[in-house]
């Protein structure tokens, strides 16, 4: 029995190739959304990947708008607070490169250790002063830029001095001063402070301390969820795509199947004579439909696949991130949508009359 | 009329169909003995309800009044699983226009059937595509076969399972005369050869005296036996 749907399918090549084309469609269109939302984990990150354990973060945006909070104040009252070893003060700014706006985070050169570990320069070294910047692998390759080069931005100058690992904070790192200067400050200002705990378990009497001077405490753990709050559509829109995705498999396997049978009445009243059960031609049908459905997941990956490399390609600094689960989640959807799908139309097969199956014209 | 040889009996068999114009009734109250081994033809002008007749002998479809006895089982009240059963087992198919499933090649058309009831003997659908001549075109799919090929195909196919009845609805009306011919003679050996017993029906009287006993029908009644 397992010859006959095997044998349908590849009697209409074209219909067939079509169907699993929109399945596969259906599949690589959730993988590489969710893959494309993994950006957003990818900037938590890297931003919370620092020997650190508190972001302290101005509490009115009148603040932000103003350029931030005065750094040298601010990071010894931070210092003075008990169970505090150390903050740091981190001034961004926005800074085009590679196409792309990248965040700079200008940073005390003294202050690089708790962005490095040991072996986090590739290339160079790390920043001392001036008009110099470090960058790291992922935008050196997307640039490309090599260490020696200097980039023109804000009327300047800019020496890449140093090129270090990705993975960790932003991807361009340059002297507080510096960053300063360009935005022309009065006063030394910071954007947040990274803080290190003596103890971690002191996280919540040291948060409740900063808060009482009017500051805005972020754990690391609470930072992806911060930042996701800023993009509210998200889920909407994960939700709408899973959606689609689902209907899509769903509407072309109904269709298909559908053809199929009416196309197949006489063929059915054939099976029935010769004492196929309703069950039987029920699974015949089921059969099929499984069967394109499974070719329309491994089209899916495919696709998934080349689509993400012409995303990574094309745009080198996204991050296109599926974990293996999720590549079950889409051939669960696939499969779900199947299966809705052909339900009615192998019904429709089981139940029909086989008289008037052999009569039809 | 019923004797333990009997081994498809139809017994007062009426058929109305109910349409949005008129009932129609295709079949008027018919009796019908059929003994194992015996090759017995039906014929009739069109519309006479010949069809109909062999529908209801075959359990494809359920008689308005009457009942059709089966090997013993009087089929009147059972399941449509069954009677889906019943038919697997006892009766083997052959249509006007030889309904093989494109699809597939002659040979797994005709394992099909064997497949159907869980039976995965392939060697034996070879043999039967050998019996019926076309050994030698076992991989060929209906469309590559002859009409008359194709026909022969179709009676390998009701036969592989080894029916207890052969219904043959008009398996010479789309054959040329020499195909028929040849068509009649394969189903006359394996009533001779192997006691295949038969029931076909047809319009053609030169066909219907292939048979040893011949049943006329006319406005869905038996009018000769």
């Not at chain 1, 200067?181 to 705990?197: E, I, N």
Request: one cysteine or more; aromatic letters at 6%.
């Amino acid at each position: 029995m397992a010859c006959l749907p095997l044998a349908n399918i590849f009697a209409r090549k074209t219909r067939t190739t079509i169907s699993v084309l929109a399945v596969g469609v259906g599949v690589a269109l959730f993988l590489v959304l969710i893959g494309l939302t993994s950006m957003l984990r990818e900037i938590a990150n890297r931003t919370t990947n620092v020997s650190a354990h508190l972001m302290v973060w101005p509490a009115s945006d009148q603040v932000v708008l103003s350029g931030g909070l005065p750094a040298d104040k601010v990071q010894g009252d931070l210092k003075a607070i008990p169970g505090v070893a150390r903050a740091v003060a981190v001034l961004r700014w926005p800074l085009k490169m590679a196409g792309r706006v990248q965040n700079v985070y200008g940073i005390r050169p003294q202050d690089w250790d708790l962005f490095a570990g040991p072996d986090r320069m590739v290339e160079g070294r790390a920043l001392e002063s001036g008009d110099e910047m470090v960058i790291d692998t992922r935008l050196a390759r997307a640039g490309p830029y090599r260490l020696g080069q200097t980039v023109q931005r804000w009327g300047r100058s800019y020496t890449i001095v140093g090129i270090a690992r990705e993975g960790v904070a932003g991807r361009v790192f340059m002297p507080i001063r510096t960053v300063s200067q360009a935005m022309s400050q009065d006063v030394l200002r910071a954007s947040f402070f990274y803080v290190r705990l003596a103890r971690p378990e002191d996280v919540r009497p040291v948060r409740e301390a900063i808060e009482a001077r009017g500051l805005r405490v972020i754990t690391f753990d609470e930072y992806y969820d911060v930042l996701a709050s800023s993009f509210v559509d998200m889920d909407l829109v994960i939700a709408a795509v899973v959606f689609v995705a689902g209907f899509v498999c769903f509407l072309v396997i109904l269709l298909t199947v559908y053809t199929m049978v009416v196309e197949r009445t006489r063929e059915i009243g054939v099976l029935k004579a010769m004492g196929a059960s309703r069950a039987q031609v029920f699974s015949l049908v089921m059969a099929e439909a499984g069967l394109i459905c499974a070719a329309g997941i491994v089209a899916g990956f495919l696709l998934t696949w080349a689509s993400r490399a012409l995303i990574l390609d094309l745009q080198p600094l996204w991050t296109v991130d599926i974990p293996a689960v999720r590549f079950a989640y889409a051939a669960a959807l696939a499969a779900g949508g199947t299966a809705l799908g052909a339900l009615h139309p192998a019904r429709r097969a089981a139940r029909q009359d086989p008289v008037e199956s052999l009569r039809y014209e | 009329m019923a004797d333990m040889e009997t081994i498809l009996e139809a017994r007062g068999l009426t058929k109305v169909y109910r349409t949005d114009a008129a009932p129609t009734a295709a079949l008027r109250g018919v009796d019908l003995a059929v003994r194992r081994g015996e090759f017995v033809s039906v014929m009739g002008p069109s519309g006479c309800g010949k069809s109909t007749l062999l529908y209801l002998l075959g359990l494809l479809a359920t008689p308005t009044e009457g009942t059709v006895v089966l090997d013993g089982t009087d089929t009147g009240a059972i399941s449509d699983g069954r009677r889906t059963r019943l038919r697997r087992r006892h009766i083997g198919f052959v249509f006007q226009r030889f309904n093989l499933l494109a699809a597939l090649s002659a040979e797994d058309n005709v394992a099909l059937a064997l497949r159907l009831r869980h039976e995965a003997v392939q060697t034996r659908a070879c043999e039967m595509l050998a019996a019926v001549g076309l050994d030698d075109k076992r991989r060929r799919r209906p469309g590559e076969l002859s009409v008359g090929e194709q026909q022969r195909v179709a009676i390998a196919r009701a036969l592989v399972t080894r029916p207890d009845v052969l219904l043959a609805d008009e398996p010479t009306g789309n054959l040329d005369s020499e195909a028929s011919e040849r068509v009649l003679d394969l189903i006359g050996r394996f009533h001779r050869d192997a006691g295949q017993t038969i029931v076909l029906i047809t319009h053609n009287e030169k066909v219907a005296e292939r048979a040893e006993r011949l049943v006329r029908m006319r406005d869905g009644r038996i009018a000769g036996n």
